[in-house]
Nanobody, 115 residues
Framework: QVQLVESGGGLVQPGGSLRLSCAAS????????MGWYRQAPGKERELVAV???????SYADSVKGRFTISRDNAKNTVYLQMNSLKPEDTAVYYC?????????WGQGTQVTVSS
């Protein structure tokens, strides 16, 4: 089994920044990629950013230029640096680890962007 623990969410004003962390534990064998998804009230869960084991990254159009995904392989941790936050970024953010054997999810962390 794999456990994913997110941290770093909170309340921030528009234009502010937050950094989310996702620490993974358990067997990382056959890991393909790790990513961040988000789900706003009344909306479906959507992909925010993903980073493959090869280091390739991709982003949702809505966050390009504002969010950066990165990883620390030694710590089995993936980060999401979020800058220039907007009220529409408000959501529960979930960490995802995609393996050849299946996918695992964290419990989610709330991000609220409001003045």
């Amino acid at each position: 089994q794999v456990q994913l623990v997110e941290s770093g969410g909170g309340l921030v004003q528009p234009g502010g920044s937050l950094r989310l962390s996702c620490a993974a534990s358990g067997s990382m064998f056959s890991l393909k990629a790790m990513g961040w998804y988000r789900q706003a009230p009344g909306k479906e869960r959507e992909l925010v950013a993903v980073i493959t084991v090869g280091g390739s990254t991709s982003y949702a159009d809505s966050v390009k230029g504002r969010f950066t995904i990165s990883r620390d392989n030694a710590k089995n941790t993936v980060y999401l640096q979020m800058n220039s936050l907007k009220p529409e970024d408000t959501a529960v953010y979930y960490c995802n680890a995609d393996f050849r054997r299946g996918a695992f999810w964290g419990q989610g962390t709330q991000v609220t962007v409001s003045s």
